[in-house]
């Protein structure tokens, strides 16, 4: 079955950029989507297909995609940022995976 | 606006099944599919299956294949998720979302998470 890899902390100092990344074979041919999770909240979609971010997610959040990795950006990070992040895809089968997710620490 | 709210958290014993329920509104129910995840307490998002609204079909994770059964009420408007052999492992948050039924999934909407917890 298809896996997504990623570092499990990753820090930044306030105001600095950060990036994310997402390592799998599905990747080279969906694109990754990225969701933010507060604790004991629902996930958050920020960024999906080649770069694109919903309605109310700040402009500093940003993706990219190259052969078997997606990178989630982000510009001038807040503390409030400071959070967990996870992608997902799927494959060509319909199956869906997630990565073991990232957090992220804001110093 | 879009919403899915799911049914309350559960108790349940090992052995036993769990049917959680997702009703969708604020948009045309079979135009998404509905997909289903857990998270086990402090652990990563686990995706267990998904259903296309509109024609019936499902997916199941190959972890749970077995004992899940997703299904739908169109008239409704709403998904379930059924897990049956509930052991300890399986207490979770567990969340329904919304996604296309085609081309890249990415999950826009997702309902409020539904606690199941299993214990003797």
């Known amino acids: 079955s298809s896996e997504l890899t990623q570092d499990p902390a990753v820090s930044v100092a306030l105001g600095q950029t950060v990036r994310i990344t997402c390592q799998g074979d599905?990747?080279?041919?969906?694109?990754a989507s990225w969701y933010q999770q507060k604790p004991g909240q629902a996930p958050v979609l920020v960024i999906y297909g080649k770069n694109n971010r919903p309605s109310g997610i700040p402009d500093r959040f940003s993706g990219s995609s190259s052969g078997n990795t997606a990178s989630l950006t982000i510009t001038g990070a807040q503390a409030e940022d400071e959070t967990d992040y996870y992608c997902n895809s799927r494959d060509s089968s319909g199956n869906v995976v997630f990565g073991g997710g990232t957090k992220l620490t804001v110093l | 606006q879009v919403q899915l709210v799911q049914s309350g958290a559960e108790v349940k014993r090992p052995g036993a099944s769990v049917k959680v329920s997702c009703k969708a509104s604020g948009y045309t129910f079979t135009s998404y599919a509905m997909q289903w995840v857990r998270q086990a307490p402090g652990q990563r998002l686990e995706w267990i299956g998904w259903?296309?609204?509109?024609?019936?079909?499902?997916k199941y994770s190959q972890k749970f294949q077995g004992r899940v059964t997703i299904s739908r009420d169109i008239s409704a408007s709403t998904a379930y998720m059924h897990l049956s052999s509930l052991r300890s492992e399986d207490t979770a948050v567990y969340y329904c979302?919304?996604?296309?039924?085609?081309?890249?999934?990415?999950?826009?909407?997702w309902g409020q998470g539904t606690l199941v917890t299993v214990s003797s």
């Open positions: 979302a919304r996604s296309r039924a085609h081309g890249d999934f990415f999950f826009d909407y």
């Open positions: 599905s990747l080279r041919n969906y694109y």
């Open positions: 259903i296309n609204t509109g024609t019936g079909n499902t």
